[in-house]
């Protein structure tokens, strides 16, 4: 019998790219890969790289060295790596130019090989060689027409095996499919068909794909270059994930993709998130369901009221801003202005008052003058935001804003972000006071005898939104949903205390909120 081969797998980047590496984890145990936490322990280091902004891009060459260093040290007897892979956006957008620029990759592999992706290391591990990926503009694979979309044979990481399903018809919303054989730990006892999917870690909380790409064309985003025009996975194939993640331990996903407002335009209903919803927070076992990446333009009452209605569906809106001037706006080619953005956030706190609201933001984009600046300056003191991130222009290859002129010194964007991000800074600690002596659902991630009990509310999305530390918490364990009340803030992370009883659920909120 032939050596047992082991994998490791680096992730860099956003959810959407975890959810593609547990994808590949999936194809790999399939095929008999043993997987492994520690690439010094791995023959293959897989990175998953990213490639959206240059630090990014820096974060991901750092990985791909760090990981060649291991196979030094294999020549030691340090380690067992005896070969280093780039996959994900920093290896679809370069290919080529990546392999020449970093010739201590062993392999640089695009999306079209997820699919053979172990033939695609173990051809690499005997020592043959694989043609680097050769970049292309994938939003010309697909049909114009977002109705076209979902009979095409096109490799969309996280979606899943679509080669069988891609021509069929959709099914109804909650079917199932039948069992079939696989590996053991990648299929459940029962219920519907595993996904092609493999658990990394052990953590409550999960990502689903819920789309691939965009059929936004902002001016800084160089995104749907390469992640291609916008798909939507069946509900059928979301829901079967869901369930099987749930048999996992999952206690909370987070729905992902470029533009989750778009979903099911290419299905025929540009509604169906909100029919897919409810039956999300159906699924036994699950506690919470939250959405992410939002376009505000494209925010429909409808979506609102059931983000803020729906039991187990966090009230939580990841609203993609970038700015609130109109004319930055529009050179974007973005919609909205700070009125307009204030107006949508009156309108979802008319619904829930308590709802948690992010975004993201560029400063020092082309053209940008001191009088934008101001009205990005209102729109963040009146929009009172849990959550900022922010975000100095560069520019990205391939974008129509690397080709505009009146581009600002690098010293004064470098004075305008550390402005904005002071301010950003205070304006969330402020948010975060103001939920003094609010009751939250806070899920348990993680315990130990330093830290003791942390986890998050529904306003806070994992890693991004600040965290709720649970003090005086016995005998609680990661994946339980408690109640507490907050009694304290560092920034703007929550200090909460468990209250009596300490289940969460809707009934429990309810009696606690009546009292």
């Known amino acids: 019998m032939p050596e047992r081969r082991t994998v490791a797998l680096v992730t860099l980047g956003c959810a959407r790219n975890e959810v593609d590496s547990e994808e590949l984890a999936g194809r790999l145990a399939a095929d008999g890969w043993e997987l492994v936490q520690d690439a010094s322990d791995a023959d293959v280091a897989v990175v998953n790289t990213c490639g959206f902004v240059e630090a990014a891009k820096k974060d991901s060459v750092d990985a791909l060295l760090e990981a060649n260093d291991l196979k030094a040290a294999a020549a030691e007897g340090g380690a067992r790596t005896q070969a280093v892979v780039a996959v994900g956006c920093m290896a679809e957008r370069y290919g080529k130019e990546l392999a020449e620029a970093l010739p201590e990759a062993d392999g640089v592999l695009g999306f079209d090989d997820y699919a053979d992706i172990s033939d695609r290391l173990r051809t690499i591990l005997s020592g043959g060689i694989h043609a680097s990926h050769t970049p292309r503009d994938r939003r010309k694979l697909l049909p114009i027409t977002p109705a076209e979309r979902q009979s095409a044979s096109v490799a969309l990481p996280g979606h899943g095996d679509r080669s069988a399903t891609a021509a069929t018809a959709m099914p109804e919303l909650g079917a199932t499919e039948a069992p079939e054989d696989l590996p053991e730990g990648l299929a459940p006892a029962s219920g519907p068909r595993a996904p092609l999917r493999r658990r990394l870690d052990s953590s409550p909380v999960a990502s689903v794909k819920l789309?691939?790409?965009?059929?936004?064309?902002?001016?800084?985003?160089?995104?749907?270059?390469?992640?291609?025009?916008?798909?939507?996975?069946?509900?059928?194939?979301?829901?079967?994930?869901?369930?099987?993640?749930?048999?996992?331990?999952?206690?909370?996903?987070?729905?992902?993709?470029?533009?989750?407002?778009?979903?099911?335009?290419?299905?025929?209903?540009?509604?169906?998130?909100?029919?897919?919803?409810?039956?999300?927070?159906?699924?036994?076992?699950?506690?919470?369901?939250?959405?992410?990446?939002?376009?505000?333009?494209?925010?429909?009452?409808?979506?609102?009221?059931?983000?803020?209605?729906?039991?187990?569906?966090?009230?939580?809106?990841?609203?993609?801003?970038?700015?609130?001037?109109?004319?930055?706006?529009?050179?974007?080619?973005?919609?909205?202005?700070?009125?307009?953005?204030?107006?949508?956030?009156?309108?979802?706190?008319?619904?829930?008052?308590?709802?948690?609201?992010?975004?993201?933001?560029?400063?020092?984009?082309?053209?940008?003058?001191?009088?934008?600046?101001?009205?990005?300056?209102?729109?963040?003191?009146?929009?009172?935001?849990?959550?900022?991130?922010?975000?100095?222009?560069?520019?990205?290859?391939?974008?129509?804003?690397?080709?505009?002129?009146?581009?600002?010194?690098?010293?004064?964007?470098?004075?305008?972000?550390?402005?904005?991000?002071?301010?950003?800074?205070?304006?969330?600690?402020?948010?975060?006071?103001?939920?003094?002596?609010?009751?939250?659902?806070?899920?348990v991630e993680s315990v130990d005898e330093e830290d003791g009990a942390v986890g998050r509310g529904a306003h806070q999305a994992p890693e991004t939104d600040g965290q709720t530390v649970l003090t005086g918490a016995q005998g609680l364990v990661p994946g339980r949903m408690v109640l507490a009340k907050v009694v304290a803030t560092e920034g703007v992370d929550l200090v909460a205390e468990p209250l009596a009883g300490g289940a969460a659920g809707a009934e429990c909120l309810g009696e606690e909120a009546a009292r």
């Open 211 to 443: 789309a691939s790409g965009c059929d936004r064309r902002c001016s800084f985003c160089a995104i749907p270059s390469f992640r291609g025009s916008f798909v939507s996975r069946r509900p059928s194939d979301v829901l079967n994930e869901t369930r099987w993640l749930a048999e996992q331990g999952v206690k909370e996903i987070m729905l992902v993709s470029e533009n989750n407002t778009s979903y099911g335009k290419d299905l025929g209903d540009i509604r169906l998130l909100e029919t897919l919803l409810p039956e999300l927070a159906a699924v036994d076992g699950l506690e919470r369901i939250r959405v992410s990446y939002l376009q505000p333009a494209e925010m429909r009452p409808g979506l609102i009221d059931v983000l803020t209605s729906t039991p187990k569906v966090a009230p939580y809106f990841d609203l993609s801003f970038q700015h609130s001037a109109p004319g930055v706006l529009r050179s974007m080619r973005r919609f909205g202005d700070t009125d307009r953005f204030l107006e949508l956030l009156d309108r979802i706190r008319a619904k829930a008052p308590e709802a948690g609201v992010r975004s993201n933001f560029i400063v020092g984009f082309p053209g940008e003058s001191e009088s934008d600046l101001a009205e990005l300056e209102r729109f963040l003191t009146g929009a009172r935001l849990d959550a900022i991130g922010v975000f100095g222009y560069s520019d990205e290859d391939g974008t129509e804003a690397a080709t505009y002129g009146d581009k600002l010194p690098a010293d004064v964007i470098d004075e305008r972000l550390a402005h904005i991000s002071r301010l950003a800074e205070e304006l969330t600690a402020q948010r975060a006071e103001e939920r003094l002596g609010e009751t939250l659902e806070v899920l």
